[in-house]
């Protein structure tokens, strides 16, 4: 059901969310997955003790990886190996969510560009140089996009074509 601003009549202060708990992903190889957010985006993979007791079955059994940033958000990867693939062309698979965002130390940025390009990851877009800083947008093993930011660089200028589509600036 859609709301309107008329239909609105009780509503969160602002404030009252705190933070990302966590993102929840669909993955149809687990396998792929949890190498592409474990080793070439080096997050922290849960074991043990870490992980959440209301997961601990499905990790147990392979269904759930649960993956946590550096500022604690957690991205909990959810094996559907009966998934439909995605269309071959990643700009044409459908997604209702546009991308999901990593922030990086600017010099850093091109040490994960040249990641990428050694993994063979495939890119959406960019490099791209803004005002607010760098980005580079990839697709993760099933297909959703994935950008590697960074504030722009006060100490150093660094160009790029910019190269993105206005429905993936972020």
Known sequence: ???????????????????????ALNVRDMKASRHFYGTILGLHELTGAEIPATLTEMVAAGKVANFVTPDGTVIDLFWQPDLEPPNPDPQKAFTRANHLA?????????????????????????????????????????????????????????????????????
């Open 1 to 23: 059901m859609q709301t309107t601003q008329k239909s609105v009549k009780i509503v969160l202060a602002p404030g009252n969310l705190r933070r990302v708990h966590h993102i």
């Open 102 to 170: 990593f922030d990086i130390e600017p010099d850093l940025f091109d040490r994960a560009l040249e990641v990428l390009k050694s993994n063979q990851i495939a890119i959406d877009s960019g490099p791209v140089t803004r005002a607010t800083g760098r980005g580079i947008y990839f697709y993760d093993p099933d297909g959703f996009i994935i950008e590697i930011r960074c504030d722009a660089d006060k100490t150093a200028v660094k160009t790029a074509p910019i190269q993105a589509k206005p429905a993936s600036a972020g």
